[in-house]
């Protein structure tokens, strides 16, 4: 189902093979860097799970399967990760390119590649580019498979894009993927209110509509509001985002199915075990590829 049947997205165009960018006009990547706010203020427990795991593996080249304006990228960059870095959104992928620019006299930064790339083509786009390739990891992270909506009624994209991400790691390699707390969303109709992200510094509001169809939640709509009226250019900022809304047991499901079950799947909430958090803003799952 098309998000522009039911909810406008406030952005036209496709990037390209059938996914929407939602980013398409620019306004609402322009804004998401104000909502993610400074690139060295990740919050220390996302940096310390994802650094810390990947290191632990012994993980030295990562994919960020949706870098948007490359703040995981950089992150990781500044980690000494080697970063393959791509997303379905040029507008996006243009504040990634200029941060790479900014920091070209850091050597860090020579080795970053940043390409656009589909989920539902990645291995072949990534052939494109980089011949042969597999990673150590691949990140998929901060709600962004969620914008994957489900347009035949059963999933079957979503799945073999999942397939995509366990066909680009090497044997034993780890994805990262996670999505909000839709079971909440859908029960109570509001989105857990902190976030495991990001450390904005303006008030932050987000608006919540569930669109269920024949008694099943199909679209969750989130419009955020970001009061700027203290910065510099004055300025309140208004998207609108749509999402699948992914059911924790669905989407440990498919996963499961995507590595054919021979993965070692962990799922957290709010990067901690998910039984020391009653209502988690986001899960967060941890493949780990058969090593055979």
Known sequence: MSADKVFHSRSEGIPSEGVKDQ???GKAARAWNKFIGDSHQRT??????LIGRLRRHGCERVLDTACGTGIDSM???EEGFKMVSIDASDKMLKHALKARWEKRKNHKYDEWIIEEANWETLPRDIQSFLPDSQFDA?????????HLLDEYGDQRMQKMCLRN?????????LLFIDHRNYDAMIEHGATPGHSIYYNCKYPVDIKTSVLVVRGKPELV??????DGANDDDNERSDFR?????????????MLDEAFDYRAKHQIFADFKPIDQVSVPGFYIHVMEKDSM
């Not at 220390?44 to 799970?49: A, E, L, M, T």
């Not at 691949?138 to 969620?146: H, K």
Request: glycine share 6%; net charge negative.
């Open 221 to 226: 709509a989130l419009d955020y509001c970001i």
């Open 138 to 146: 691949v990140i998929c992270l901060g709600n962004s498979f969620a």
């Open 23 to 25: 980013y398409a006009d």
């Open 165 to 173: 991400f366990a066909e680009c790691l090497k044997p034993g390699g």
């Open 44 to 49: 220390q427990n996302y940096k310390d799970f």
């Open 75 to 77: 992150m990781l960059v």
């Open 241 to 253: 985002l749509c999402y699948y809304p992914h059911k924790l047991d669905t989407f440990t499901r």
